[in-house]
T-cell receptor, first 109, second 113 residues
Framework: LAKTTQPISMDSYEGQEVNITCSHN???????ITWYQQFPSQGPRFIIQ???TKVTNEVASLFIPADRKSSTLSLPRVSLSDTAVYYC??????????FGGGTRLMVKP | GAGVSQSPRYKVTKRGQDVALRCDPI?????LYWYRQALGQGPEFLTY????????KSGLPNDRFSAERPEGSISTLTIQRTEQRDSAMYRC???????????FGPGTRLTVL
């Protein structure tokens, strides 16, 4: 399982785009990159998953460069309710998850 | 219900007692995972099942921890002779065999006095 490194915390303001970058230098060929979101007192919630290039869903976009050694989660026009911890994970799709410390995003009015 | 449920939601016990934590996965989900989460940290993998078979228990801290899923649905995580260091949030997740997303339950907050 590839180790991931991401910023401990980030601040943003409502309406801004937030980009959280995660590095995973030792990612394996069959590893996927997955992002989960966790609000206080709740379990983690799946946001997005990708293998390479760009993936977009109704919540976020995930950008993965060709070397796959990093990835960027992009949250468009954040609101106060996007304040949460965001976890970047690299591992086999569908396997058990290895969480790091995550990035604590604070969205301010 | 539609989601993963766990019971009890809160458990306070005295050191040395045994506790059993229950997870009821989403109906039809083949895979079931147990994690432990300390305050301010990400969840830590404990063990997982496909149907009733325990596939990986490498994350269980020691032999006081065990888990079962006898009929491939509800699972129980048992901690024997609890210690104060076992205090944490214990989370269960389930996954459909045709998808990668894990759905997490609300967790059981265990406090060992």
């Amino acid at each position: 399982l590839a180790k991931t490194t991401q910023p401990i915390s980030m601040d943003s303001y409502e309406g801004q785009e937030v980009n959280i970058t995660c590095s995973h230098n030792n990612i394996a060929t069959n590893d996927y990159i997955t992002w989960y979101q966790q609000f206080p007192s709740q379990g983690p919630r799946f946001i997005i998953q990708g293998y390479k290039t760009k993936v977009t869903n109704e919540v976020a976009s995930l950008f993965i460069p060709a070397d796959r050694k990093s990835s960027t989660l992009s949250l468009p026009r954040v609101s106060l309710s996007d304040t949460a911890v965001y976890y970047c994970l690299a591992g086999g799709a569908g396997n058990m998850l290895t969480f790091g410390g995550g990035t604590r995003l604070m969205v301010k009015p | 219900g539609a989601g993963v449920s766990q019971s009890p939601r809160y458990k306070v016990t005295k050191r040395g007692q045994d506790v059993a934590l229950r997870c009821d996965p989403i109906s039809g989900h083949v895979s079931l995972y147990w994690y432990r989460q300390a305050l301010g940290q990400g969840p830590e993998f404990l063990t997982y099942f496909n149907y009733e078979a325990q596939q990986d228990k490498s994350g269980l801290p020691n032999d006081r921890f065990s888990a079962e899923r006898p009929e491939g649905s509800i699972s129980t995580l048992t901690i024997q002779r609890t210690e104060q260091r076992d205090s944490a949030m214990y989370r269960c997740a389930s996954r459909h065999h045709e998808a990668n997303e894990q759905f997490f339950g609300p967790g059981t907050r265990l406090t060992v006095l």
